[in-house]
């Protein structure tokens, strides 16, 4: 093992690790405005309750992103500092953009949320958090179209060695950015939505033998129990909902992979030589005919290039060297990412319909909830392994190789000593992260009564 390989492992662990903080801020942030819109438009105080509840997680996992987040900046300069010279006049711009424009109206409009309640009017302190969400959305639009060009390169030229810019819309609208947003941003609201479901569920278990009581005019008061049912439904929905845009989006990004990264293609389908009628394979030896033709092109009986004749057309084209993805990883990862995900989206879609007309919870169902919070974290995983190790060995496709991009000062024992404290730093802030959630899921939203002595008293009690 070299300085490539444990810097290739260094940038894997800690840009997974992020990643996981990633879609829960960009899913759990809109799970909350429509909480606090719920809430202002009807005035029931249980939306309230939610909103500050889930606010309080919202706002620990952000914090936990943004933290994660700084390494990666420097990361560029101590490993990949090959790899920053050549892209650093394409990149400049869209992450500027994330920096000055998305990330700076995020964090400043988060902030305004945090203190400005009863010190904002009631629209305007809910407009804030709505900025703030759409900050955050924009930030992984940039970002997300920064990484498409590393897989698809345009509005560029290539001058004494670097990447010139050329025409920055070219590089926005490109057009593995345009399948990729969608797909990534909806499955941040798979992940939300998983992780809501797992706390309503946990609480469905606790508050499911409350009973209602009647007040004067009659009326069955609402319980907690009703609450988090209604909580759950709302993630349920946005599950569902944004199973479908991943579902439409992956079928445009498999197209693009035809036209775009056909060696990442046929890896991902453990296809070696071009095939008319390309079987789509559900597991080693279990296939369907023209299924993969068909979902690379519309058509049963396209040819779909292998792995092997892509080798030997690369060779050919940038010289000798081994073209093709980690098999395996690119293989399994593609699988796993379905699994996980399809599992998700049928759950969603399964609770809405056992909860239709007002039907309570089935309790198995909340238990089911609650084990199934991993299944979404493991599917957004395993789609962010098959896209970065599917794009190897380049990390600019047909431009610059990994193997080139690497630091040419930094040796073994550098980059051991720094993967170490990364991956021992990150496993501490992974148990605080953990151990923070957990505390205040237990604890649960405060009491009416409670609530509204810290609106009157203490407006940033609940941060």
């Given amino acids: ?28 942030g809109v799970f909350v405005a429509g909480l606090q819109t719920a809430w202002h438009r009807t005035g029931k105080e249980h939306y309230l309750r939610l909103t500050k509840f889930f606010g309080k997680l919202f706002l620990i996992n952000f914090a ?3 933290v994660t987040g700084i390494v990666q900046e420097f990361q560029f ?24 424009l998305a990330f700076f109206m995020e964090s400043t409009f988060i902030g305004l949320w945090i203190f400005g309640w009863d010190r904002l009017p009631k629209r305007v302190h809910l407009a804030c958090l709505w900025a703030a969400v759409i900050g955050s959305n924009l930030s992984a639009y940039f970002i997300l179209a920064a990484n498409a060009w590393m897989k698809h390169p ?46 309503c569920g946990y609480w469905l278990l606790r508050t499911r033998n409350e009973n209602r009581n009647e007040n004067r005019n009659g009326k069955r008061s609402e319980t907690r129990n009703d609450m988090w049912r209604g909580a759950a439904r709302g993630a349920l929905v946005m599950t569902a909902i944004a199973g479908v845009v991943v579902v439409g989006s992956g079928d445009m990004s498999a197209k693009l992979a035809f036209e775009q990264q ?78 996980f995900g399809m599992a998700t989206a049928g759950l969603s879609v399964l609770g809405l319909w056992l909860t239709r007309r007002g039907r309570p919870m089935p309790r198995w169902l909340s238990r089911l909830f609650v084990l199934a919070l991993p299944l979404p974290l493991l599917a957004v995983t395993a789609g962010w392994l098959l896209s970065e190790v599917g794009r190897q060995p ?34 501490a802030l992974a148990v ?9 899921v237990r604890k649960g939203p405060e009491e009416p009564r409670r609530v509204a002595v810290a609106e009157r008293r203490e407006p940033s009690l609940m941060y």
């Fill in 77 to 100: 300069g101590m490993n990949w500092s090959e790899y920053s010279t050549f892209v650093g006049d394409v990149f400049g711009a869209p992450l500027a953009l994330e920096a000055l």
């Fill in 432 to 440: 605080a992260e953990a151990v923070l959630l957990t505390r205040h």
């Fill in 1 to 28: 093992m070299d300085a490539l390989d444990l810097a290739r492992w260094q940038f894997g662990v800690t840009t997974v690790y992020h990643f996981l903080f990633v879609p829960l801020t960009i899913g759990l």
């Fill in 64 to 66: 936990m992103g943004v």
């Fill in 154 to 199: 345009v509005g560029y030229e290539v001058v004494d060695g670097k990447a010139r810019m050329t025409d920055l819309w070219a590089v926005l609208t490109n057009s593995t950015a345009l399948a990729q947003v969608p797909h990534v941003v909806a499955s941040a609201f798979i992940v939300a939505g998983g992780f809501v479901l797992a706390v």
């Fill in 262 to 339: 056909p060696m990442k293609l046929a890896s991902a389908e453990g296809l070696r030589h071009d095939t008319a009628g390309a079987p789509f394979s559900v597991a080693p030896g279990i296939e369907i005919p023209g299924v993969l033709s068909f979902l690379s092109t519309g058509d049963f009986g396209a040819t779909v290039q292998g792995t092997e004749n892509l080798q030997q057309r690369f060779e050919q084209e940038f010289g000798p060297g081994d073209y093709r993805p980690d098999q395996a990883v690119v293989f399994w990862s593609f699988r796993l990412m379905i699994v």
């Fill in 394 to 427: 380049w990390t600019v496709a047909g431009e610059l190789l990994t193997a080139a991009s690497v630091s040419p000062g930094v040796g073994l024992t550098e980059v051991a000593v720094s993967l170490a404290i990364f991956t021992l730093l990150y496993g």
